[in-house]
């Protein structure tokens, strides 16, 4: 962070650039704590004093403590791995990215350790929700190749997903509809009139007494197209805690994974030609892989 530039028609309100860092960060942060650490530096990487004279336009750099996150249950599977691309099949309740509360419990920081790449990151999006196949690269120098067949859709994707069975639904459907993502709120909703931008197609594959599994192939990628599509059908995706209502469930409850399943995704590799072709290792239904209590903490 950087403080202010300078404003000469007023005085600054902070004498020293630790009056700068309470008022800034107290709230979020024990400064004074830090500061005796020496845990705020400046852009030399020396340690910044509480009583050091406030500078304008100075930049601090600082570290803030990791919370206690509960370890994610379940393996993730390398399902493929060459010079260039790693895929997994991740379970569900691990996010993809390192990202708000979960940091540690991601695929990335937990493959980056394991494999001793630590240049991994994801081609595409998977919801921290949902399990199943992930693409990623294994340096940056191959994301652009990559990453450019997924904006092109020039991947071939399916999933699997656990519903209530509708005897009256005329099925394979394509549905299509254009999704809207509100900031700050949870669910995505249909904007009815405009031109669709969200595309799915809908097949029963399995019945289950008054359940099915269905396959669906989503043509676009918008944010939670499948789950909206399939509500949208009056079969919504078993244990979703999205829809159709939102449900309040807390961080470190793993005992009802979301039904919905990356199983399946071809392409062609872009740097040497060769056709790939990868299956998720998992299969629906998907069960709750919660760990012993002595394991659920990770710091």
Known sequence: MRTP???????TPWPTMGDWLEDRLSERVDV?????????VDETGAAVAAAA???????VWFHRDLVDEAVVPGEIHIVHQDERIVVVDKPAFLSTIPRGRHVVQSVV??????LALPELSPLHRLDRVTSGLLVLATQRRWRGAYQSLFQRREVDKAYRALAPLRPDL???????????????QWQAEVLHGAAPNAESLIEVETVLGDMAVYRLSPRTGRTHQLRMHMLGLGIPISGDPLYPVVRDVALDDFSTPLQLLASDMSFKDPIDGAQHRFESVRRLPLR????PDDARLNT
């Open 53 to 59: 004279a406030y500078r304008p336009c100075a930049f």
């Open 32 to 40: 004074a704590g830090f500061l005796a650490a020496g845990r705020f």
């Open 109 to 114: 920081v937990r493959l980056r350790e394991q």
């Open 288 to 291: 709750s892989e919660v760990m």
């Open 5 to 11: 530039d300078a404003d000469p028609l007023r005085t």
């Open 170 to 184: 005329d099925l394979p459907v394509t549905v299509r509809n254009h999704l809207l993502t509100r900031r700050g």
